[in-house]
């Protein structure tokens, strides 16, 4: 096992090099100067080349490159224009919001979706695999802004159940949970339409296995096949499908926390852009890249730990 | 027809779809009002008299911005999608083609702008080159572009191997014409199911993008404008949110479903998936 997480924490720096890149790539591929951006058409070429000089974006573009990637490396995100904040401190104050949404997420989504993927899948085209499909497909079409403000005008502002504001105080556990409900089971009930629907295929195919048939014969109870020789063959697929989803949650999160007024790193990158915070953008998208990666990283480990076939491999 | 009647999901989506596009279409027809007529007097009118599903914070028929808003939807999806596939498309059957050093390095590449949130792309693409039409199309098409190299790529590694490729070859005929003469009718049908369920994808993402106010600039309606002035003024007048909502959500919904039937008649072994 060490050995495995050993060659995935080697395979992770490739990746998180490539990302980085990327995201080098795009904020210099775009065109226009981003000093003329930040300072508006009519600034005069002096504050512009100022500005350049100050942004770096004056050096010849290897020593950009080397640069970005050194400090990206190194943990240094570069400081926001507007505030001059070290960027990873801004990160740091709202990280904890945004884990809380994104873990409860994942949590609501697992919960309700691998359960009823997997009756779906016991009950093919009976009445409950018919209301798992269709209501996974409406789950899944529905932006979360829009089911965001659906479920604020109903519980928060009709029903008056959860509060509207989302700013929680961290140190209140009763405070950051109710004001983590909806927020949660917005960003959730996405998730659990695509794991439904995921973990319903994946036991389809798993069930017409001979090994389930064996087990059966061998008198192990029914639910044990299931639960146990089922899902646990089926899960490789649904873990897949969660890290994939991991990017959809996080644009997702950037609009829970819009509706919800939720501090986050959403609405930092919102406000970035509003403000035209170049090295802000830039410096968030680094944080990103090093999620992306921690997370790629979780799902590879997630398959060692469910299919002890892929450490060998 | 036969397939459809057989298929009640799909035919639903089909219709969804279709109310969408008239709407769009016929909108100056079907609109009772001018969408960006402003009659202040008649201000955050509740549903119904007048007008059938109220007035906004100026005065400008809901409805009417609906029908209109659907244009932009309807024109940003499209065009992002046929963008997408036009170059995702080329850049994964040439790859495939190639084969060897290059496909992998091209992959890879596609693998990493897979892997990146593509809400926060688009919003950094949007926010760099400034919101305009031009601009959310080139966004969202960027996000696009990965999942059809890699759907058009799979299929193009086992036809180059088939007798017609080599037949082709034999014949003469230049990489370039077996290529996209001979093996690409082969995978349209994946690429053409692959669309229609990103058109819903890209659906959701322009009014994502103009909800965080990154989409077409005001007056033009947009659904996701609309939903975002709706927001601003939510304990007044939900339904300035709640109308546009419904229309999103019934448009992807449509897509999703039209997708989903494409995909199992094109595959049977995912019937019913």
Known sequence: MIFYVLRRLLAAIPTLLAVLTLVFVIVRVVPGDPAVAILGDRATPDAVAALDAKLGLDQPIWRQYATFIGQSLTGDFGRSMVTNRPILTDVAAVLPHTIDLTLAAVLIGTLVGVPAGVWAALYRNRAIDIAARVLSLIGLSFPVFVSGVFLLLAFALHWRIFPVIGNANLADPIDRLTKLVLPAVTLGLVMAAYITRVTRSAMLQVLGEDYMRTARAKGVPWRRVVWRHGLRNAGLPVVTVVGLYFGILIGNSVLTEIVFNRPGLGKIIVSALNQRDYTMLQGLMVVYCFMIVLVNLITDLAYGFIDPRVKQA | ????????????????????????????????????????????????????????????????????????????????????????????????????????????????????????????????????????????????????????????????????????????FSHARVLFVHIMPNLMSEVVVMGSLWMATAVRTEASLSFIGLGVKPPTPTWGGMMRDGFEAILDAPWLSIWPGIAILLLVLGLNMVGDGLRDATDPKLAGG
Not at chain 2, 15 to 39: E, I, R, T
Not at chain 2, 54 to 59: E, H, I, K, P, W
Not at chain 2, 126 to 149: H, K, M, R, S, Y
Request: glycine share 10%.
């Open chain 2, 1 to 172: 027809m036969r397939w459809l009647r057989h298929n009640r999901m799909t035919a639903l989506g089909v219709l969804l779809c279709a109310v969408v596009v008239c709407g769009a279409v016929f909108a100056p027809w079907l609109a009772p009002y001018d969408p960006s007529d402003q009659n202040i007097v008649d201000k955050l009118q509740p549903p119904g008299g007048d007008y059938l599903l109220g007035t906004d914070a100026f005065g400008r028929d809901v409805l009417s911005r609906i029908l209109f808003g659907a244009r932009i939807s309807l024109i940003v999806a499209v065009a992002s999608i046929l963008a997408a596939i036009l170059v995702g498309g080329t850049i994964g059957m040439v790859s495939g083609y190639i084969g060897g050093r290059t496909d992998r390095f091209v992959m890879q590449v596609m693998d990493v702008m897979l892997s990146f949130p593509s809400l926060i792309l688009g919003l950094i693409v949007v926010a760099l080159l400034g919101p305009d039409l031009q601009n959310l199309v080139v966004a969202i098409a960027l996000t696009a572009i990965a999942p059809f190299a890699r759907i058009a790529r799979a299929p193009v590694l086992s036809l180059k191997e088939r007798a017609f490729v080599e037949a082709g070859r034999a014949l003469g």
